[in-house]
């Protein structure tokens, strides 16, 4: 099975900030990798998929990066509806797994 | 609009069983791979199943295999999963989730409200 680490496991930042995670696969993925917000007490929603593709409605604060083993979503100014926890997904080859997951705060 | 809507969750003792269902509309349901995902109270997702349109292809993740049946109804445009021998670690919120790709390896574009099942004595 392929192993998703996310870091940090959360992390607090000020509005208007930057804010970077970090996924890391435990293989080569190329870029069959996915992110998902999850607000408290929500329904997971897809932000990214292809590791870069912008979901269609998605605020274009939101990219992700990254090919191989090493990716990144990054928000590029941290605003108060952005407070979620934010996963990682690979589908490169079953089963489908998930990070364990980011949770982003505002200081 | 796509709606996916999860029922038949509850309360259910160790060792017994459930059936999920997950009802689809706004899509041509038979056309998309399907999904079962979880989350566990306070954790993260876990993916647990899916199956191909015309329900010849499945996959499960090992922790279900054996206990677990994902299947489908195309004319009702419904999403099923037998659960037997429940564990308490089965406890969780299931999620229906649509496949984006024509794959079983794809992300998930569409989700429920998911449906929670809680496995105690």
């Known amino acids: 099975d392929i192993q998703m680490t996310q870091s940090p496991s959360s992390l607090s930042a000020s509005v208007g900030d930057r804010v970077t995670i970090t996924c890391r696969a435990s293989q080569d993925i190329t870029n069959y990798l996915a992110w998902y917000q999850q607000k408290p007490g929500k329904v997971p929603k897809l932000l990214i998929y292809?590791?870069?593709t912008l979901q269609s409605g998605v605020p274009s604060r939101f990219s992700g990066s990254g090919s191989g083993t090493d990716f990144t979503l990054t928000i590029s100014s941290l605003q108060p509806e952005d407070v979620a926890t934010y996963y990682c997904?690979?589908?490169?080859?079953?089963?489908?797994?998930f990070g364990g997951g980011t949770k982003v705060e505002i200081k | 609009e796509v709606q996916l809507v999860e029922s038949g969750g509850g309360l259910v003792q160790p060792g017994g069983s459930l059936r999920l269902s997950c009802a689809a509309s706004?899509?041509?349901?038979?056309?998309?791979?399907m999904n079962w995902v979880r989350q566990a109270p306070g954790k993260g997702l876990e993916w647990v199943a899916n199956i191909k349109q015309d329900g010849s292809e499945k996959y499960y993740v090992d922790s279900v295999k054996g206990r677990f049946t994902i299947s489908r109804d195309n004319a009702k445009n419904s999403l099923y999963l037998q659960m037997n021998s429940l564990r308490a670690e089965d406890t969780a919120v299931y999620y229906c989730?649509?496949?984006?790709?024509?794959?079983?390896?794809?992300?998930?574009?569409?989700w429920g409200q998911g449906t929670l099942v809680t496995v105690s004595s």
């Open positions: 706004g899509f041509i349901f038979s056309s998309y791979w």
């Open positions: 997904q690979q589908y490169y080859s079953a089963p489908l797994t």
């Open positions: 292809a590791a870069s």
């Open positions: 989730a649509r496949a984006y790709y024509d794959s079983h390896g794809s992300h998930f574009d569409y």
